[in-house]
Nanobody, 122 residues
Framework: QVQLVESGGGLVQAGGSLRLSCAASGRTFNNDVMGWFRQAPGKEREFVAL????????SYASSVNGRFTISRDNTKNTVFLQMTSLKAEDTAVYYCAGGGPRSSFRLSPNYWGQGTQVSVSS
């Protein structure tokens, strides 16, 4: 069983940047697809980005493509989400998630973190 703990959320002005971190523990996650989702108030949770186990494949939601970058450091069991050019509509609770086939990851990863709040003021 893998436990995920997110950090790095906070309040930022529109146009600013934040870097989220997700620390994994419990077992090695080097082979697991990892990613980020978010849920804004009154909306369903949505996919943001994923990265393959070795870090060679990345995929992004169209709404964040070109602004967000996902990366991972398998030596530290950590996944990152670098967010730039933030907009008010990026305001949401951001969740780290992992595990399961890459083909279905956007719908049903195997495990989740508790989330971290990101608020962008306009």
């Amino acid at each position: 069983q893998v436990q995920l703990v997110e950090s790095g959320g906070g309040l930022v002005q529109a146009g600013g940047s934040l870097r989220l971190s997700c620390a994994a523990s419990g077992r090695t996650f080097n082979n697991d697809v990892m990613g980020w989702f978010r849920q804004a108030p009154g909306k369903e949770r949505e996919f943001v980005a994923l990265i393959s186990g070795g870090g060679t494949f990345r995929s992004y939601a169209s709404s964040v493509n070109g602004r967000f970058t996902i990366s991972r450091d398998n030596t530290k069991n950590t996944v990152f989400l670098q967010m730039t050019s933030l907009k008010a509509e990026d305001t949401a609770v951001y969740y780290c998630a992992g595990g399961g086939p890459r083909s279905s990851f956007r719908l049903s990863p195997n495990y989740w973190g508790q989330g971290t709040q990101v608020s962008v003021s306009s």
